[in-house]
């Protein structure tokens, strides 16, 4: 038998979440005041009569009160409140959401509290399972089963010793009052169901690496550590300032023209993937769709990086380029971003193709820079880098951000596609669709695969734009003939 002792503990010990939680935990405090907090009464689940139990639109109500918000957002606090395991459902105790219904919660009690910051460790969940699994005489949940199962191999070394421990427990909650009995069962399944849910859901109680510092001890600073604070100190003090006002009118501007394409501060058309597991947005949304929705041409109009960045809006200005004739700055741009992230052993012969292609006198695609970049553009061919045509390309999407890019924004290939842009209608979706979306959810395509679809269409498309051999074509019609 191979004993195992220790697993690795990749929870973050000093949590920088710890302030947030105490203020949600200020905010229970307030929930549960006997004078200006929730009404709790007595509601009976199934046979037995349970005490200090709410419902769910009355958690709704007091926070919209509270908050002077809105029923959607004072409904999304109390999905995090679920979440964080302050409160409880009694019903469907899978599903971490706060419903504006009649559904019934009670409050969680302190010492299962996040901020009281006790590790879940895995023997702890052990003895829950195999207390559980006496209790329901071996009828677990599919995924406590696999959890059980898990851990049953996992400590196998202690295994009498976890289920001596959950037959005391199971014996010992026997002689509690059966109300009380119920309450507690609750409270340690919802403790377990926020801290080890189930596979393939998120946790609002994940984290990252473990921090090896702890960030609420004050740091020793040495002579040489504080020389190099206040040379920094003294750099920054010497930079140019921008006035508030104008970084905060900037700011303003910023929010009022993407708020609308903002899927924390507005839904998504048709519906949010993450929360109906229905992947119509994201067939919408593909990166190179026939047609795209409305939401999606009106961001072209933000700023020519928003353009080049979709890889459709790109190939709709490619469009009107050709049509003025004046496509070769684009070709450069997107040339000079293959050549930064590209391999690097095709570095050289990218840099070089470039050259040819449009900065070399008398080059066929040959691009209008100013003397300065191009004496520092050709200078670094010599030794290239990702990096040396980063002159160039600046250069050349200025000039198309000053000119080219407002001509296409009145021209009619762009007036064009946004007649023919998708408008989605909302998706409405009842509970038990939800639940059989989850159920029938599909897997998506993997990003590689993704890649390669996009390297066949550049390739394809190369080859399409290739110059045409008049000579060979006509050998082989001889040939036929």
Known sequence: ???????????????????????LEA???????????????????????????????????????????TAEEAQCFGTMLVAYGYIYPLQNHKKLVMCNDASLYRFQTPYFWPTQKWFAEDTDYAIYLAKRNIRKKGMLEPYEQAHYNHLHEWLNHKWDFIVM????????????????????????????????????????????PERLIDPNTEENILCPSFLFQNIFYQQAIMRSKVKSSVSLGALVKYITTYKNHDPFLAPCL???????????????????????????????????????????????????????????????????????????????????????????????????????????TVKGLDHPHRYVLEAAQTHVFLLMKKDTFFRYLKSPVYKDIQKKALNPESHNFSPAQLENNARNRSPGIHPIILWQQEEEEKAKAAAASAPIDVKAMMSKIDRKK
């Not at 005041?33 to 009355?58: C, M, R």
């Open 165 to 208: 421990q959950a037959s005391e427990q199971y014996m010992a909650g026997k002689e509690r009052k059966k109300p009380d009995r119920v309450v507690f069962d609750c409270q340690e399944r919802a403790y377990w169901i926020v801290n080890r849910p189930p596979r393939c859901t998120h946790s609002a109680m994940d984290c990252g």
């Open 27 to 69: 905010i229970v405090v307030e929930m549960q005041d006997p004078k200006n907090g929730i009404k709790g009464s007595e509601q009976k689940l199934n046979v037995t009569t349970i005490p200090h139990v709410i419902a769910g639109n009355d958690i709704i109500a007091w926070i919209v009160n509270k908050m002077k918000t």
């Open 270 to 376: 048709p519906s949010n993937p993450w929360q109906t597991d229905n992947d119509s947005y994201w067939n919408l949304n593909t990166r190179r769709v026939e047609v795209p929705t409305k939401m999606r041409v009106e961001r072209w109009s933000f700023s020519l990086f928003e353009l080049l960045t979709d890889l459709r809006g790109r190939d709709d200005f490619k469009i009107f380029l050709k049509k003025e004739f004046s496509g070769e700055n684009l070709a450069f741009w997107e040339a000079a971003e293959e050549l930064k992230l590209g391999s690097a052993s095709s570095m050289s012969t990218k840099a070089e193709t470039i050259f040819k292609t449009f900065l070399a006198p008398g080059a066929p695609r040959w691009i209008n820079i100013d003397g300065r970049t191009m004496g520092l």
């Open 1 to 23: 038998m191979t004993i195992r002792t220790a697993r690795p503990d990749v929870t973050q010990h000093f949590r920088p979440r710890i302030q947030c939680l105490k203020k």
